[in-house]
């Protein structure tokens, strides 16, 4: 079946997707060299700055949770592609600073490979950033190396986090240990229902069925832990929640960030009837939500789906989340 986007060239559809998302929201970010989405009042250069990279195709990820409080940069590669080091490491010498940077990475081999070798010339040239790798897809199993698992929506709270820290004129040290600990106790399982196409060839990134559903499906159609029959919402919301609070080992009296993530052709309305679900189950086992989103963060074109992330939050974490920010897909006031 031919693609239906409303796209013009399929070469220019970066460029002209950045073009727009400036327009639209150039009261908090701006385009320079192309590619890297900056915020539009930089921030002191006694703070530390937060830098990212990824593949355009998954708006408003990553680009659109840049500014006060959140990212400084976003690098932007071409669909579903990492940019290329020289311009990841064209983003560090622009945040290059006494107070260091904290690059932040999802864990796809593109993205990893990209980072890789521009913190080997980053380091060269005398530039003082940490690297933090998210890694908390649970879909190939919670006792799978760190390296096997894929980053997803939990790099947008950590960006709130670690952004929240970094005004507060926390050091980098600070704020890599802070990242750390809430990186290293969040989990995300997805549920894929329909697929999306590749808006540069059109090509469909996985077939599924009518009446099947598969879970752990990555953000780019990589394969999950196998299709099965549609679930209800409290069903679903049941099987995901008891596989994330495994994985994170929550047990009662636990506070946990849960967020909800369309994929992009899920509504509203079905994600707030799944978290009800969460909630009904969570409450089963004395583990309270303190905190909670609903919305699309990190999309996949047209997939029918959605991502289910748990955090476990500590004072100092619910704090810094619930810190003032401001960029065009996330404020707090």
């Not at 950045?18 to 320079?32: N, P, S, T, V």
């Not at 040290?173 to 969040?186: G, H, T």
């Not at 992009?264 to 939500?289: C, N, S």
């Not at 100092?316 to 920010?325: C, V």
């Amino acid at each position: 079946m031919k693609m239906k986007k409303f796209i013009n060239d399929p070469m220019n559809l970066t460029p002209e997707l950045l073009e727009g998302f400036e327009i639209a929201c150039g009261d908090k970010m701006a385009i320079q060299s192309e590619k890297l989405v900056v915020r539009a009042t930089p921030k002191d250069e006694s703070k530390v700055a937060l830098v990212t990279l990824g593949g355009a195709g998954h708006e408003p990820a990553l680009s659109g949770f840049v500014g006060e409080g959140l990212l400084d940069v976003s690098v932007v590669g071409d669909i579903f592609a990492a940019p290329g080091p020289p311009k990841v490491l064209e983003a560090l010498r622009m945040m290059n600073r006494e107070a260091g940077i904290l690059f932040i990475v999802l864990n796809h081999a593109g993205d990893v490979m990209s980072a890789n070798m521009a913190m080997e010339m980053a380091e060269k040239e005398g530039i003082k950033v940490k690297m933090i790798l998210t890694h908390e897809d649970i879909a190939p199993g919670i006792d799978t190396p760190i390296e096997d698992r894929r980053g997803l929506v939990g790099c947008v709270p950590l960006y709130k986090i670690a952004g929240a820290a970094a005004e507060a004129g926390k050091s980098l040290d600070e704020i890599y240990e802070i990242s750390e600990r809430f990186n290293n106790n969040m989990a995300t399982l997805a549920v894929a229902m329909n697929s999306a196409t590749h808006p540069s060839t059109g090509d469909c990134l996985f077939e599924l069925p009518d009446d099947e559903m598969e879970i752990g499906m990555g953000q780019h159609g990589e394969a999950g832990t196998g299709p099965t029959k549609i679930l209800n919402a409290d069903d679903t919301a049941k099987v995901m929640a008891d596989r994330l609070a495994a994985a994170i080992d929550a047990k009662e009296g636990d506070r946990l960030m849960v967020i909800l993530n369309g994929a992009g052709a899920t509504t509203l309305m079905e994600l707030f009837i799944v978290l009800r679900g969460v909630k009904k189950f969570l409450d089963t086992k004395g583990i309270e939500i303190v905190t909670s989103r609903v919305g699309e963060f990190l999309t996949v074109q047209e997939m029918a789906g959605f991502q289910m992330f748990f955090a476990k939050m500590d004072n100092e974490l619910l704090d810094l989340w619930n810190a003032p920010g401001d960029s065009p897909y996330m404020t707090v006031r």
